[in-house]
């Protein structure tokens, strides 16, 4: 008698779960259908590098992979000895990337496909984001499209490189601030103020997000809004106060450490050795000077003894510090001069992964230069901006064209990294040039169901 209770019970369990599952599915057919074509174009992409290159070479290169698989590694082994490394770049990514070492045995493989279907879940959310934004499944699929047929992403997604995870979180982010809006529950609430600081330990670039995201808030009119504007102001803002006491811990950490209150060490450096590089060539009469390797001889020579990573930090910063008080005009001219070449930077790190293809995929991505198809993205993104104005959605205007601000003007600092420095700022073009798009087809008479 039991036993027969008991098999009804389960049987209608099982039955309740199938129901349960098929719902689910039906429900999210289309962002599982993502998932798996992003994911089978990405393999296909790892398989064609692989048989290009090796593991090992994908492993090594570039520069920063070596660093990141490193210190991975000793995450991995519970024994972190690249004290050095941990400081430049944060424990982020290499928390992340020895954890899949880690249940992998250390497989650079597993890593690999396991970070691929990492990108893949971000195209997906990318799309029910977009439905979110746009309630139509039109320019939802088609931000999803631009963004999993992007080269960078599908570069990074095969690449020991922080950007990928960095992308991811900010996907999700953006997924929760959406939530919040709407619900600010104490879950959605903690959850957006964990991710941002996460993604401020995986970037460094990072670090001011919380402070954006309460801008967006503060800028955007309240009759916008359908919850009560001081309630979703202290709430939101509470949550990034959070975040921002998360992030300088990490800061209060290096500062214990090393005497430096950063939450990478990588800013300063690059802040010189890039932006302060060409801020000298700039202002010299010597332009055919190796400015880069002047700058570390000049910091090397500073001291008879090799310099700590104080010291270091603090040549970088008095050096930018000095070469903008010599002449602040020409200084900001070296910086917008950086942002307009990583604006227009193309994927050149895909030559690493596909060597055989190289030149084909280099004149490809000058063709496009000439043809200013960055400028075109520029142009449409603003007219997807004013789009969403006009239909009244003023919030998801204010982030998106914040978020693109925002990354475009701290691209300023670094150079000579391909399209990875604005790839962040892809989380917010999609959307604006996707929607866009979709308005400017129907106009020209193209209907969509």
């Given at each position: ?146 963004n999993g047929l992007s080269i960078t992403s599908l570069t990074m997604s095969i690449s020991f490189l922080s950007e990928t995870l960095f992308f991811f979180l900010l996907v999700l982010s953006l997924y929760l601030i959406l ?257 866009a798009l979709y308005n400017l087809c129907r106009i020209a008479g193209i209907k969509f169901r």
């Open positions: 008698m039991i036993g027969e209770i008991l098999d009804d019970s389960m049987t209608k369990y099982s039955q309740t779960s199938i129901l349960k599952i098929s719902s689910i599915i039906k429900a999210n057919r289309i962002a599982l259908l993502i998932i798996v074509l992003s994911l089978i174009l990405r393999l296909a992409y790892f398989y064609i590098s692989v048989e290009q290159t090796s593991l090992e070479i994908i492993a090594l290169s570039p520069s920063d992979s070596r660093e990141y698989v490193q210190l991975s590694m000793e995450f991995a082994d519970l024994d972190i000895a690249s004290e050095e490394i941990l400081y430049m770049v944060g424990f982020g990514y290499p928390m992340f990337l020895g954890l899949l070492f880690f249940i992998s045995s250390k497989s650079l493989l597993i890593a690999l496909i396991i970070q691929s279907l990492l990108a893949s879940i971000s195209t997906a959310l990318i799309y029910i984001i977009g439905m979110m934004i746009f309630k139509k499944t039109t320019p939802s699929i088609i931000a999803a499209a631009i939530k919040c809006i709407n619900k600010p529950t104490v879950f959605y609430l903690t959850a957006l103020s964990l991710l941002i600081a996460y993604a401020a330990f995986t970037r460094s670039v990072g670090q001011f997000l919380p402070i954006v995201i309460f801008f967006a808030i503060i800028f955007t009119p309240s009759k916008h809004f359908a919850l009560n504007k001081k309630k979703l102001v202290l709430k939101i803002g509470l949550a990034m106060l959070v975040s921002l006491l998360l992030i300088y811990s990490w800061a209060a950490r290096n500062y214990i450490v090393h005497d430096t209150f950063v939450t990478a060490g990588t800013g300063a450096g690059a802040a010189a050795l890039y932006l302060g590089t060409r801020a000298a060539k700039l202002q010299s009469s010597s332009p055919d000077i190796n400015y880069r390797q002047a700058f570390i001889e000049e910091m090397n020579s500073s001291k008879t003894e090799p310099l700590t990573i104080k010291e270091k930090h603090d040549w970088y910063i008095n050096k930018v510090k000095t070469l903008f008080y010599n002449n602040p005009p020409v200084f900001i001219l070296a910086y917008l001069s950086i942002v307009g070449e990583n604006f227009v930077a193309y994927e050149d790190n895909c030559t690493l992964r596909v060597p055989d293809y190289a030149d084909g995929i280099m004149y490809i991505s000058r063709l496009a230069q000439k043809a200013g198809i960055d400028l075109i993205i520029l142009i449409l993104s603003v007219v997807g901006a004013i789009l969403f104005i006009r239909q009244q959605k003023h919030f998801v205007a204010v982030l998106l064209c914040l978020l693109y601000l925002y990354f475009m003007a701290l691209s300023g600092f670094t150079l000579w990294q391909g399209s990875r420095i604005m790839y962040p700022a892809q989380i917010a073009w999609v959307y604006l040039m996707s929607f």
